[in-house]
C-alpha cells in the first residue's frame, strides 16, 4: 500500500496523471483525496493563468476549445498566402482505427479527470453545473446526489456532460451519454472501477465509481434523477 | 521517407496545423520569454523555419513537439541575440506585459504573477505539462532531463506556487 508521503509526492508532480495505485490511495485516504482536490482546484488556476490572449483571437480560447486565430501579422500573412487551398478539418486525421469499447473508453476518460477521485461536501458552482447541463440538453429533477464537479467533456466525438456526484459510497461519475445507446445495461469491473452502462432516454447514462460501490442502488437514482431535454 | 507537410497537399495541411497550434505555440513562447513582443517574434521565425524544414517531419503525431522544439530553440537564439537586460518583476509585470497588468480577474494575476517568478527551471515544465498537456515523459525528452528529474521540478514548481499564493504546502525540507 501506498505511504501518503509518497502519494503526495506523484500526486504534486502530476495530479492529473495517476496510476493505479496512488488513485486507491487516494480513494481510501480522505486527507490525500482532499490534498489531491487542492492540488487539481490550483491547476486550474495555474492553466487559467497560462491561458494569456493570443494576438489576432477575440479571446483567449479554452484548452482545447475551438476558436479561430485571426491572422493579422504581416509575415505571418504572407506565410498563409503562399499556402495553396483551403483550411482542412484536423479531426479527419483522427478517424479510423480499431474502436475500444465503450467501457475502457469511460475509464481511459477517467484516467483524464482524476476529480472523479475526491470526496467533498462542496457543490459544483450553479453556473458551471448549469451551463453543463443545457449544453447536454438535461435537467436534473430534485432529490439528485450532491453534484461535485462538473464538465462538458469531449468524449467519442460528442460533448458530453461529465458529473460527479457524492455518496455514501464515496465519489461517482456520471456520464451522460446521449449518442450512444447499448441495446441493454452493461455492467464493468475495470483497472478498480465498477461501473455500469444503461440506455436511457435517446441514449445511455454510465454510473461510475471505486470498486464496492452500490451501483445498482446509485444508477438507479440517477437515472430517475435525469430529465432529457428535446434537442 | 513518408513526409506528411510535404507537396502541395502538404501546404494546406502545414496551414491547419499552424493555425490550430498557434495559440499553444504564442503562450509557450510568452512564458518562456515572459515578453509578448519577443513571444511573437519567437512565434513568427519558428514558423518560417518550421515551413522550411517542413520535409523533415515524418509523422502528423510528433508535430506538436517537434514545434515546440522549433520554438525553444528560436527562444534560445533571441535570448543570446538581446542578452537579457534584467528587469525587476514588478516592472516586468506592469509595463511589459499588458495583459498581465490588465487581467480582469485578481485570483488570475496573482497566479500569473506567482508563475512568472518562478525559475526557468520550473515554470518551463510546467507550462508544457498544465499549458500544453505534454506527459512528463514527453516533457523530459524535451529539456534533455530524466523523467525522475522533470517529477522533481514540477513537484517543486507546485510547492512553489502553493507557497507564493498563500497555500499550505506538503513536504517541505524533503
Known amino acids: ?231 | 521517407m513518408n513526409a506528411p507537410l510535404a507537396g502541395k497537399n502538404g501546404e494546406a495541411a502545414f496551414a491547419t496545423l499552424c493555425n490550430e497550434l498557434r495559440p499553444d505555440l504564442f503562450r509557450f513562447a510568452f512564458w518562456l520569454a515572459r515578453d509578448r513582443s519577443v513571444a511573437e517574434d519567437v512565434v513568427q521565425e519558428a514558423l518560417l523555419r518550421a515551413w522550411r524544414s517542413r520535409d523533415s517531419l515524418t509523422e502528423v503525431g510528433a508535430a506538436k513537439p517537434w514545434l515546440l522544439t522549433i520554438i525553444r530553440r528560436e527562444h534560445a537564439r533571441l535570448y543570446e541575440r538581446r542578452r537579457h537586460v534584467t528587469v525587476p518583476l514588478d516592472e516586468l509585470v506592469g509595463s511589459e506585459s499588458p495583459e498581465l497588468a490588465a487581467v480582469e480577474e485578481q485570483e488570475t494575476l496573482d497566479v500569473r504573477r506567482a508563475i512568472f517568478a518562478l525559475e526557468d527551471d520550473y515554470r518551463g515544465p510546467l507550462v508544457m505539462q498544465v499549458l500544453l498537456g505534454l506527459s512528463t515523459q514527453e516533457i523530459a525528452d524535451q529539456l534533455g532531463l530524466t523523467q525522475s528529474a522533470v517529477l522533481t521540478r514540477l513537484f517543486r514548481a507546485r510547492q512553489k506556487l502553493r507557497r507564493a499564493l498563500g497555500g499550505t504546502v506538503d513536504g517541505e525540507g524533503e
Request: hydrophobic fraction near 45%; aromatic fraction near 4%; glycine fraction near 10%.
Open chain 1, 1 to 231: 500500500m501506498m505511504e501518503c508521503l509518497e502519494f503526495r509526492r506523484q500526486a504534486g508532480a502530476d495530479p492529473q496523471h495517476l496510476g493505479p495505485e496512488a488513485r486507491q490511495h487516494a480513494a481510501a485516504c480522505p486527507r490525500c483525496a482532499g490534498h489531491l482536490g487542492g492540488l487539481l482546484a490550483l491547476d486550474k488556476r495555474i492553466l487559467a493563468a497560462l491561458q494569456v490572449q493570443v494576438p489576432g483571437t477575440a479571446a483567449p480560447p479554452r484548452h482545447g476549445g475551438a476558436a479561430i486565430a485571426v491572422l493579422d501579422h504581416r509575415r505571418w500573412m504572407a506565410l498563409a498566402a503562399s499556402i495553396i487551398g483551403g483550411v482542412l478539418v484536423g479531426t479527419l486525421l483522427w478517424v479510423g482505427g480499431p474502436r475500444n469499447s465503450l467501457a475502457q473508453d469511460l475509464i481511459e476518460h477517467l484516467d483524464h479527470e482524476p476529480e472523479a477521485l475526491v470526496t467533498t461536501i462542496r457543490p459544483e458552482e450553479d453556473s458551471v453545473l448549469g451551463e453543463v447541463l443545457e449544453r447536454g440538453g438535461i435537467r436534473l429533477r430534485s432529490g439528485t446526489p450532491l453534484v461535485s464537479y462538473a464538465s462538458s467533456c469531449r468524449f467519442r466525438g460528442h460533448t458530453v456532460p461529465h458529473l460527479v456526484v457524492q455518496t455514501t459510497d464515496g465519489p461517482v461519475t456520471v456520464m451522460v451519454l446521449r449518442n450512444e445507446k447499448p441495446a441493454s445495461p452493461v455492467t464493468f469491473d475495470e483497472q478498480g472501477f465498477a461501473g455500469r452502462i444503461m440506455p436511457a432516454g435517446p441514449g445511455s447514462i454510465a454510473v461510475i465509481g471505486a470498486d464496492g460501490v452500490d451501483l445498482e442502488q446509485i444508477a438507479a437514482r440517477v437515472l430517475a434523477a435525469v430529465e432529457w431535454l428535446d434537442d
